[in-house]
């Protein structure tokens, strides 16, 4: 009976212990070896991951993904961890994140099935709804009003196969122009140069905010569809995911979660100290309470 009890010991402290006392894999690995963490940032998702004043990226995702850091650094026992950062774009962000450039992706990413089949992704910490900013001088109050007009959006992202597939609007003749980036996509808005961005609601309450003219947009009420936005890591690296989907949710799972959304959604942020009023709906609140990493 006693060497049944200290075999099942032994067994209980293995399945215990932390990932730096197993053989390391992956992204892990590479960390160890190289004393090197990179993470790949957005320059004008606000406010997920955005540059301030000081050209710093900051926002929710970065948060979330500096608890994520300081795991890994307690983990390995790398206190002294060095932390990279490496800005990204809708187009090149899988690429980058494939060929090793960046090891984690923070931002306003959507964890879709076909993505899936090239990516990771770790525990949802946002849905929104896909639809489309106007000027309120536009006349356009329904997305299937576009017929005929110019639209902007991002290049690299899901909003355009979307709003050829939705039922109202698969019919309509649209042209395309794509921004590099958010930011630019809005600029061809506010200049008049395409009738609506195509974007993620979130994402549009974003530029708005910061726009010269904050009144004089709208956000169409249609959704195209209901997404969910995760943190991206290398596809078949169970030893990162594991980290990820254990820190995720201890943040979800303490309420912390709550402080960080109000941080960035329901109160004033830099750099202009705007407040987005972005309230937790229900997708949200559920997606916190139970944690998953399902994708759409």
């Known amino acids: 009976m006693k060497l049944v009890f200290l075999f099942s010991a032994i067994a209980a402290s293995l399945l215990v212990s932390p990932v730096g006392a197993q053989d390391l894999t992956g992204t892990l690995k590479k960390i160890k070896e190289t004393g090197q963490i990179t993470i790949g940032h957005r320059e004008s998702s606000i406010p997920f991951s955005y540059l301030d004043d000081k050209q710093q990226p900051i926002g929710y995702a970065m948060d979330l993904c500096m608890k994520v850091v300081d795991a890994v650094k307690a983990d390995l026992k790398m206190p002294g961890l060095k932390i990279a950062l490496q800005p990204v774009t809708s187009s090149n962000r899988i690429p980058l994140l494939q060929n090793g450039t960046i090891d984690l992706e923070c931002g306003s990413t959507t964890n879709s099935v076909a993505r899936q089949q090239q990516v990771a992704f770790g525990p949802t910490y946002f849905v929104i709804n896909v639809t489309a900013a106007v000027k309120k001088t536009s006349g356009v109050n ?82 195209l569809r209901q997404e969910p936005y995760s943190m991206m890591l290398r596809k078949d690296d169970p030893q990162f995911k594991a980290l990820i989907d254990k820190t995720v949710t201890a943040v979800m799972k303490s309420g912390e979660i709550d402080r960080l959304y109000a941080k960035w959604f329901t109160s004033a942020v830099p750099p202009k100290g705007i407040n987005l009023n972005f309230q937790q709906t229900q997708p949200i609140k559920d997606a916190f309470r139970n944690p998953n990493d399902k994708g759409v």
């Open 142 to 223: 329904s997305l299937a009003e576009l017929n005929g007009k110019n639209i902007s959006t991002t290049s690299g992202t899901t909003a355009v196969p979307l709003l050829k597939a939705y039922e109202k609007t698969k019919s309509i003749d649209v042209k395309e122009i794509y921004g590099k980036d958010h930011a630019e996509s809005f600029l061809l808005l506010a200049d008049d140069r395409v009738t609506a961005f195509v974007m993620d609601d979130i994402l549009l309450a974003g530029q708005i905010a910061n726009s010269k003219a904050p009144d004089g947009y709208r956000i169409l009420s249609e959704s």
